[in-house]
């Protein structure tokens, strides 16, 4: 598995801590499958806003977009976050900036390896539990 996290900012970001995050995730939820690579994008929110429009046709800013590309033949997909809401999002939830993106980096690994929550209230409901189960676990350990 590879997992590349590329910083297109100038914050200073542990990519490391980011990869193993998501590489603990994958882990846990598909065991000994092999899978490829995910590519994750720290970005800001100008280009989070362009590929948000290029590829979901929504001109505006969010925090994390995902493309999964499925499993087969070893492909998982890609993760691009914007660390201008992040940052923002740190200030709103209470977490540090490192513990709130890692936080949104393991719901965006849950959406590359297919759950969603744009669907009914227990789609909703597995992601997000799941998103905290993993955070508590992993980061706040």
Known sequence: MEIIVQNKTERTIDSKKVSNIAKKVIEKELADTEIGSLNILLTDDAEITSINKQFRNKEESTDILSFGYGLEEEPIGDIVISLERIAEQSQEFGNSFEEELLYITIHGVLHVLGY??????????????????????LVKG
Not at 116 to 137: A, C, M, P, S, V
């Open 116 to 137: 969603n929550h744009e669907g009914d209230d227990t789609e909703d409901e597995e992601i997000f539990l799941l998103q905290k189960k993993y955070f508590r676990e």
